[in-house]
C-alpha cells in the first residue's frame, strides 16, 4: 500500500445529512425566516453620558442558514448579539425591534428571555476557556443545561451529554464526562463550548468569532463542524467574524458593519466577489491574496475605526474612503435595497472603477 | 549574510512534579540583514520557545545561537554584553508589554538613556523620529498606551525596540489579534523597516497567508522541530512536507465561493511524549510503515529547500508529498 486514504474527507458534502425542508429551501431558494432585526439601537453608558454602539441595524436570518456579521472590532457586531439576548452591561439603552419567530424579544422580562435563551437561542464565544467552568466536570457542564431547561433526569441527561459529545465528535464517550476543561486542548474546549449550546437543541446559534483563537488547521476542523451540524439539525448560525475567509467558508449571507451600521448586505458569494461598498471592498483588499505577488504591499485601510463617542458626521466611513464625495461629509447615506443586495453608499466602487 | 543564527537548538522546560519537556528538539534557523524570516507552526510547537532562545531569555540545553560573532547567552545576574542590545524582542501582547501609567516618550526615552546612544539634549527629538518611524501620528508621544489602537500600540512596541538601533529583531506573533487592516498596515511597516533599515527581521507567527506575504524565506515547525525551509514563495506554491501542505489547504479564502477549508485530523501531541518516528505520522495523509519508527532527518533537495520527511529523499527534485507517495512505488516493501 502506498499510504493510507485521508481520515478526513475533502470537498464540501452538501447532501449526505440535508433535512428536506433544508433541501427544498436551498432548491427553491425561499428561506423562513427565524429572527428578525429591525431598527435596533443599542446605547451604552459611558463617562460622557450614552454612546451610541449600534445605530439603526437591521438584518434577517432564516432558518438553517448560516449569516454572517462582520466589521472591524468596535463596529458592533458583538453588541447587537448580545442585545437580543439581554447581555448588555448595566444601563444600556436599547431601541427597536427584534422578532424570533413570532415573538418580540426586546422588552421580555430578565426570566422570561433566560428561558428563550437557554433553550431556542443559544451563544457560543470567542475564548472557550473564558466561557466554561473550569471547576465544574465537563458532564456537569453539559447536563446542567437540559436537565434545567428540559427537565430532563440525571440518567437520561447523561445519555444526552454523551450523544452530543459524539455530534461534536470529542473522543472518549463517558470518560471525557469526568474530566475537566483543562484536560482538553483549545480546539476541543470550542467543541464541547458549541456541544453545550446546542445540548436543548435550539433552533439558532450565536457563534461570536468562535475560530480566533484557534490555529487554522483546528479551525477548519470547528467550521466544518459548524456546517455539518446546521445541516443535520436546521440550525440557523449567525456568524460573527472579522475574518472574511471564514466568512466565506460556511456563510449563506452577510452583513458587513461599520461603526454600529451596516454598510452591505447580500448572498455572501455576491458581496465577496462584487462588493458594491468601498469598505467591504477595503477589507477585502486588505487582505493576503494566495495569487498575489510576493512582496506587493498590501493595500491598508488609511487610519483606524472611530470610536463610538467620535463618529464621523455623513457616512461614518468617509474619512477613510477613497471614492468619498463633498456629500459623503453631510448626508448619511440610506441603505439601498438593488436586486437582493443592500449598500449604503451612493459611490457604487464597482461602477466608479 | 546572517546575523543571527541559530544551530541545533534544543530547550528544555521543568514539568511540575518533576519530569522534563522538550519544547524545542534541535531546530535551526537564520536570520539575514535586510530579510524578513518566517516561523510558522501551530500552538505548542515550540515557536515561541525558539523565539524567547534566539534573544536570550530562555536557556538552551544545546546547540548555539549566534549573534553577530556573538554567542547570546541567558539573561543572568550579571547583565549582558552591551552589543546584544542590537537584537531585540517584541512581543505578541502590545497591551501587557507597554507601562499604561507612563507616556509613550517617556518609555521611548527609557531606552536611549538606559543605552546611552543619544546625548539627553537630542532625546526629545529622537523619540519624535522614533514615532515617525513607526508611523504614530504626531504629537503620540505626549499620550499614554490606552489612548493608542491594537495596532499603534505594537507600532509603540517597535518603536521602543528601534530606540535600541538593533539590526535584528524577532516578533513574536506581533500581528495576531488584529483586524485586516491593521494587519496589513503593519505587515507593509515591517517590510519597509527590514527594506530601509537593513534590519533582520524574525516573524513568528500562526498566520501562514500574512508570512507569506512579507517574509522571504520561511520555517516550518512542527513540535520542537522545523519540518521544512526554504524560499516563501517556492514552499507556499509547492509544499514539500504534509504538514506544510496542510497549513497551506486549512487557511480559508475570501472568495465567496464557499469552499470549507481542510481540517488536519487530531490534535498536536504532548510534547512531553512525542511520537515514535516521524512526529507528524499520527495526523499524517501519507503516513507508511518507516514514519512510525525512523525519525526523518531535515535534508536538503533540489532547488535549496529543505524538508523532514521520509517521502523527499535527500537531493530529488521538489515534488508535492502526494506526487511523491505515489511515485515512491510501495514504500513499505523495502
Known amino acids: 500500500m502506498a499510504h493510507e ?349 | 549574510m546572517s546575523v543571527l543564527e541559530l544551530r541545533d537548538v534544543v530547550v528544555d522546560y521543568e514539568r511540575r512534579g518533576g519530569g522534563r519537556v522538550r519544547a524545542v528538539a534541535g531546530a535551526s534557523i537564520s536570520v539575514e540583514a535586510g530579510r524578513i524570516a518566517g516561523l510558522v507552526g501551530e500552538s505548542g510547537c515550540g515557536k515561541s520557545t525558539l523565539a524567547r532562545a534566539a534573544v536570550g531569555l530562555v536557556p538552551t540545553a544545546s546547540g548555539s545561537v549566534v549573534f553577530d560573532g556573538r554567542a547570546v547567552s541567558p539573561l543572568g545576574r550579571r547583565g549582558r554584553d552591551r552589543e546584544l542590545a542590537r537584537l531585540q524582542l517584541v512581543f505578541q501582547n502590545p497591551y501587557s508589554s507597554l507601562n499604561p501609567r507612563r507616556k509613550v516618550a517617556s518609555q521611548l526615552a527609557d531606552a536611549l538613556s538606559t543605552l546611552g546612544l543619544v546625548p539627553a539634549r537630542k532625546r526629545d527629538a529622537r523619540v519624535r523620529e522614533l514615532c515617525e518611524l513607526v508611523g504614530l501620528p504626531a504629537g503620540a508621544a505626549e499620550r499614554f498606551p490606552h489612548e493608542f489602537s491594537g495596532g499603534q500600540r505594537q507600532r509603540i512596541a517597535i518603536a521602543r525596540t528601534l530606540a535600541a538601533e538593533p539590526s535584528v529583531i524577532v516578533l513574536d506573533e506581533p500581528l495576531a489579534s488584529l483586524d485586516a487592516s491593521a494587519q496589513a498596515q503593519l505587515a507593509n511597516l515591517l517590510v519597509s523597516l527590514s527594506r530601509e533599515l537593513g534590519l533582520g527581521l524574525l516573524l513568528i507567527s500562526h498566520d501562514l497567508a500574512i508570512v507569506r506575504h512579507i517574509a522571504d524565506a520561511v520555517s516550518v515547525m512542527y513540535l520542537g522541530l522545523m519540518v521544512e525551509s526554504g524560499e516563501t514563495h517556492q514552499l507556499w506554491e509547492l509544499p514539500l512536507h504534509p504538514y506544510s501542505e496542510a497549513l497551506i489547504k486549512a487557511i480559508p479564502r475570501a472568495d465567496g465561493r464557499g469552499i470549507l477549508p481542510e481540517a488536519l485530523p487530531g490534535e498536536v501531541p504532548d510534547p512531553g511524549h512525542p511520537p515514535q518516528g516521524c512526529r507528524f505520522h499520527p495526523r499524517c495523509p501519507y503516513v507508511f510503515g518507516r514514519c512510525r519508527s525512523e525519525e526523518p532527518p531535515l535534508v536538503g533537495l533540489a532547488g535549496d529547500r529543505f524538508a523532514a520527511c521520509h517521502l523527499q529523499p535527500e537531493g530529488a527534485e521538489a515534488a508535492l508529498p502526494g506526487e511523491r507517495a505515489q511515485l515512491v512505488a510501495r514504500p513499505d516493501v523495502e
Open chain 1, 5 to 353: 486514504p485521508r481520515p478526513s474527507s475533502g470537498g464540501r458534502l452538501r447532501a449526505a445529512a440535508e433535512t428536506p425542508t433544508a433541501r427544498a429551501r436551498r432548491v427553491l431558494g425561499v428561506g423562513v425566516s427565524l429572527l428578525e432585526v429591525d431598527e435596533l439601537r443599542v446605547r451604552l453608558r459611558g463617562a460622557g453620558g450614552l454612546l451610541t454602539v449600534v445605530d439603526g441595524v437591521g438584518y434577517r436570518v432564516d432558518q438553517g442558514e448560516v449569516f454572517g456579521v462582520a466589521g472591524e472590532s468596535g463596529s458592533g457586531k458583538t453588541m447587537s448579539m448580545l442585545a437580543l439576548l439581554g447581555l448588555l452591561p448595566e444601563g444600556a439603552v436599547v431601541g427597536g425591534h427584534v422578532r424570533f419567530e413570532d415573538r418580540e424579544l426586546l422588552g421580555l422580562s430578565r426570566s422570561r428571555l433566560r428561558e428563550i435563551s437557554g433553550r431556542e437561542l443559544a451563544m457560543v464565544f470567542q475564548d472557550p476557556l473564558t466561557s466554561l467552568h473550569p471547576m465544574l466536570t465537563i458532564g456537569r457542564q453539559l447536563t446542567e443545561h437540559v436537565r434545567r431547561h428540559l427537565g430532563l433526569d440525571r440518567r437520561a441527561a447523561e445519555r444526552r451529554a454523551l450523544e452530543l459529545l459524539e455530534q461534536v465528535r470529542i473522543p472518549g464517550g463517558a470518560t471525557a464526562l469526568r474530566a475537566y476543561p483543562h484536560q482538553f486542548s483549545g480546539g476541543m474546549r470550542q467543541r464541547i463550548a458549541i456541544a453545550i449550546a446546542l445540548a436543548c437543541r435550539p433552533k439558532l446559534l450565536i457563534a461570536d468569532e468562535p475560530t480566533t483563537a484557534l490555529d487554522v488547521t483546528v479551525q477548519a476542523g470547528i467550521l466544518r463542524l459548524l456546517d455539518r451540524l446546521r445541516r443535520e439539525n436546521d440550525l440557523a448560525v449567525v456568524l460573527i467574524t472579522h475574518d472574511l475567509g471564514v466568512m466565506s467558508a460556511i456563510a449563506d449571507r452577510v452583513s458587513i458593519f461599520y461603526a454600529g451600521r451596516v454598510v452591505e448586505s447580500g448572498s455572501c458569494a455576491e458581496v465577496l466577489r462584487e462588493p458594491r461598498h468601498p469598505y467591504t471592498r477595503a477589507l477585502l483588499d486588505a487582505l493576503p491574496h494566495p495569487e498575489a505577488a510576493h512582496d506587493q504591499p498590501l493595500v491598508a485601510i488609511p487610519g483606524a475605526p472611530p470610536n463610538p463617542g467620535s463618529i464621523p458626521s455623513g457616512c461614518a466611513f468617509h474619512p477613510r474612503c477613497s471614492f468619498a464625495r463633498e456629500r459623503c461629509r453631510v448626508e448619511v447615506p440610506p441603505l439601498l435595497v438593488v436586486q437582493g443586495r443592500a449598500f449604503a453608499c451612493p459611490v457604487d466602487p464597482l461602477a466608479a472603477r
